[in-house]
């Protein structure tokens, strides 16, 4: 299920608690949480890889839109 483009980006900003435009794993762990979603720890690392498509150790934005939003 994706979300449409601005509800992804309202979604990344409010994740980005440095505004740095990237998410590191906690401000992840603590969205995907805060979201509602229970998600054991080892899950929410298997997601935060497959969205952090160029393995930076972050997501940014663009990886995030790319991942969530609707085709």
């Known amino acids: 299920m994706g979300l449409g ?3 992804v980006s309202s979604l990344f ?3 980005d608690d440095d505004k740095n435009r990237k ?3 906690e401000e992840f762990k603590k969205g995907v949480e805060e ?3 229970n998600f054991a720890k080892e899950e ?4 935060f890889r497959r969205i952090d498509v ?3 150790g972050s997501i940014d934005y ?3 839109v790319r991942k969530l939003r609707v085709s």
């Open 5 to 7: 483009i601005e509800s």
């Open 13 to 15: 900003r409010i994740m």
């Open 23 to 25: 998410l590191n794993f």
């Open 35 to 37: 979201y509602g979603l």
């Open 44 to 47: 929410i690392e298997d997601l």
């Open 54 to 56: 160029d393995q930076s």
């Open 62 to 64: 663009e990886e995030f």
